[in-house]
């Protein structure tokens, strides 16, 4: 679940993308400039590409970095999965956005798999 603050600032952001929208269709319909409906596009475009980031960067990052963050405490550096925590952990801050929801699902099989070694070997991925 999103946070209310987070809901309530994608909700108007859209809500003036959705008036850009509005206005672009009215400006093709009264035949204005196409240089001003241009405007109206690369603005429109542009508030939907921040609402995707914050939503990106909200929510997909900050569930990447507590993830993270669970797995490099139940592994101390001698789980089989050490090397590639300690890569996720090296390119968490250059990740790019695109990148995010593999990597979240990278860790969450990386996580499984420590689950399951941890079950099987008690007391080896202890601090």
Same mark, same amino acid.
């Given at each position: 679940?999103?946070?209310?603050?987070?809901?309530? *600032?994608?909700?108007?952001? &859209?809500?003036?993308? +959705?008036?850009?929208?509005? /206005?672009?269709? =009215?400006?093709?319909?009264?035949?204005? *400039?196409?240089?001003?409906? &241009?405007?109206?596009? +690369?603005?429109?475009?542009? /508030?939907?590409? =921040?609402?995707?980031?914050?939503?990106l960067d909200e929510v997909f990052r900050k569930s990447l970095a507590?993830?993270?963050?669970?797995?490099?405490?139940?592994?101390?550096?001698?789980?089989?999965?050490?090397?590639?925590?300690?890569?996720l952990k090296e390119q968490f801050p250059i990740l790019q956005d695109?990148?995010?929801?593999?990597?979240?699902?990278?860790?969450?099989?990386?996580?499984?798999?420590?689950?399951?070694?941890?079950?099987?070997?008690?007391?080896?991925?202890?601090?």
């Open positions: 679940m999103l946070p209310k603050e987070l809901t309530g *600032d994608l909700t108007k952001r &859209l809500s003036t993308i +959705k008036g850009q929208i509005e /206005g672009i269709i =009215k400006m093709l319909d009264e035949g204005k *400039d196409p240089d001003q409906i &241009l405007n109206q596009f +690369k603005a429109a475009d542009q /508030g939907l590409q =921040k609402a995707h980031f914050l939503l507590l993830k993270l963050v669970s797995v490099m405490n139940a592994c101390p550096g001698n789980c089989p999965d050490a090397q590639k925590i300690e890569i695109n990148e995010l929801t593999h990597k979240i699902k990278e860790i969450n099989e990386i996580g499984e798999r420590l689950a399951r070694y941890t079950k099987e070997n008690p007391g080896k991925s202890e601090k």
